[in-house]
């Protein structure tokens, strides 16, 4: 049984008793863990100075529920000068400079150094024994991956480069197995007084999972250029030709991701079963909009790349088609000057050795030679439509595709 002693509440001076490992004053709302009164008390920080950090850290709360990382970030490091051992100043500070980062850098962020990090936080977190802290710690790197997925496809769909895709599929399984874990750990955790609070965020849990399965199994888009495109004569007249490629999982990652993937259905039913008629019906309602909207954007996605092909495909058949055209214009043309040419040489001939027939080989002379300048026209009107087609063909055709053109226009 745990023991029961008096404590004094820093903010509103109310004396109330202490029994378990967290302490609230019944007043004002005050919380803070055992351990962390118990080490303050060794520090001998006093009660002034415990307002100004409880102050601190609740202005520094309110940024970072805000998004407004860059106050966050000099908050949390004000209340670490106050108190080093804040274990959720740290961890928070840290979740805020990776957040300020993918806003401003311009270069790509791995996040191998992030996790990393994260594990003697997390280990220190769990050792705390505290509950409250440890959902939060886990709903905020939740939130933190489901961010970095947006970043991760965001850049992958900008950067559209064969070492992108790579990048976007290692750091987006990463992602992924680190959602697995954070969900198999809270599953694990049997919490009676926050476990409304828990199975909501093993629902949305594994609704994250499963949305970043969906990523990973679509596989990644680059711009893969093939060099030159040859016409109907071998000739290399469109250059730097763009085709969109798709680079898959391994089988040996498929295999781990479906693994996991399988394991956050078992959790997901799991905890559903044991819920409560009322919780049920919640958690339940909000797992069904958050895969029904995954499986509404994959299938917009499949839709866009279909639509991108058929008509990259459509400009290619044109382009060819135009060459053609330009080949048997080219053709007709120079037969026409050939006739006009033979059929001067006889009006020349006849002129000279009879008269006859020489109003109609001056009437076919004229009719080819106009033949030659209309054909000649025509090629010219096809050339231009091949370099249009080609225009439209090289490298712009993968710009419009990333940036959502119309390609139906």
């Not at 030709?241 to 781990?256: A, G, T």
Request: net charge neutral; hydrophobic share 40%.
């Amino acid at each position: 049984m745990a023991e029961e002693y008096s404590e004094l509440c820093p903010i509103c001076g109310n004396k109330f008793d202490v029994n378990g490992t967290m302490a609230k004053c019944p007043v004002c709302g005050w919380t803070d863990s055992v351990k962390s009164l118990e080490k303050k008390e060794r520090r001998g920080m006093d009660a002034d100075s415990e307002i100004a950090m409880y102050r601190l850290m609740s202005s520094a709360d309110a940024f970072f529920s805000r998004k407004s990382y860059d106050e966050a970030y000099i908050s949390y490091g004000s209340v670490l000068d106050m108190d080093g051992s804040c274990l959720k100043a740290v961890f928070r500070r840290e979740l805020t400079s990776q957040y300020l980062m993918m806003e401003s850098s311009s270069v790509y962020l791995s996040c191998d150094s992030f996790f990393e990090g994260m594990k003697d936080i997390k280990s220190r977190v769990i050792s705390e024994g505290d509950e409250k802290l440890s959902l939060t710690v886990f709903k905020d790197i939740l939130d933190y991956i489901s961010a970095r997925a947006e970043y991760e496809k965001k850049y992958a769909s900008v950067h559209k480069n064969e070492k992108t895709a790579a990048s976007y599929l290692a750091d987006t399984l990463l992602l992924f197995e680190h959602t697995a874990e954070t969900v198999k750990f809270l599953f694990g955790k049997k919490d009676v007084k926050n476990e409304k609070e828990r199975s909501r965020l093993i629902i949305d849990g594994c609704a994250l999972g499963m949305k970043i399965r969906g990523m990973l199994l679509s596989g990644a888009e680059y711009v893969e250029s093939s060099g030159k495109m040859e016409d109907v004569s071998g000739e290399q007249s469109a250059k730097n030709v763009s085709r969109i490629r798709r680079m898959k999982l391994d089988q040996k990652d498929e295999i781990q991701v479906e693994t996991l993937a399988g394991n956050l259905r078992k959790i997901k039913k799991e905890i559903l079963s044991e819920a409560s008629p009322e919780l049920y019906a919640e958690l339940n309602a909000e797992n069904e909009k958050t895969e029904k909207a995954a499986e509404r954007d994959s299938a917009e996605e499949d839709k866009k790349r279909a639509e991108y092909e058929m008509w990259r495909r459509r400009n290619e058949k044109e382009y060819i088609a135009a060459d053609k055209r330009i080949i048997i214009f080219d053709i007709a043309a120079k037969a026409a000057l050939l006739m006009a040419v033979i059929m001067a040489l006889v009006f020349a001939f006849e002129l000279i050795v009879t008269s006859n027939l020489m109003g109609q080989l001056i009437a076919a002379a004229v009719l080819f030679a106009a033949a030659n300048i209309t054909f000649r026209i025509l090629r010219k009107a096809a050339v231009k439509k091949k370099g249009f087609y080609a225009s439209v063909i090289e490298g712009d055709s993968a710009g419009l595709r990333s940036k959502g053109g119309n390609f139906n226009e």
